[in-house]
């Protein structure tokens, strides 16, 4: 499995950015994909992704504001970000879970300026 993100860049609070994904590779034994993030200091953070069953999950704080969606044909993944804050700012990361391994795309850099 490769990811392939994009879409990263500088924002005004407020504003919009949708980040995208490619999923190159099989699809057998994946249970989860969706986006993290991370800044300097800190943990890596679930931000929004699909379980195996379809569900979706949104980090509370983007509840409301992130729409996170996939294309299986294409395939891609994208994440719809509103409403931008400051506090947004960080590396994205695409994420496919495969059986038990992890797999992540090169990371995004989204900056929301104040």
């Known amino acids: 499995v490769q990811l392939q993100a994009s879409g990263g860049g500088l924002v005004q609070a407020g504003g919009s950015l949708t980040l995208s994904c490619r999923r190159l590779g099989t699809f057998v034994g994946i249970n989860f994909m969706g986006w993290y993030r991370q800044v300097p200091g800190k943990q890596r953070e679930l931000v929004a992704g699909f379980t195996r069953t379809g569900d979706i999950k949104y980090a509370d704080s983007v509840e409301g504001r992130f729409t996170i969606s996939r294309d299986n044909v294409e395939p891609t993944m994208n994440l719809e970000m509103n409403s931008l804050k400051p506090e947004d700012t960080a590396v994205y990361y695409c994420?496919?879970?495969?059986?038990?391994?992890?797999?992540w795309g090169q990371g995004t850099l989204v900056t929301v300026s104040s």
């Open positions: 994420n496919v879970k495969r059986f038990t391994r992890d797999f």
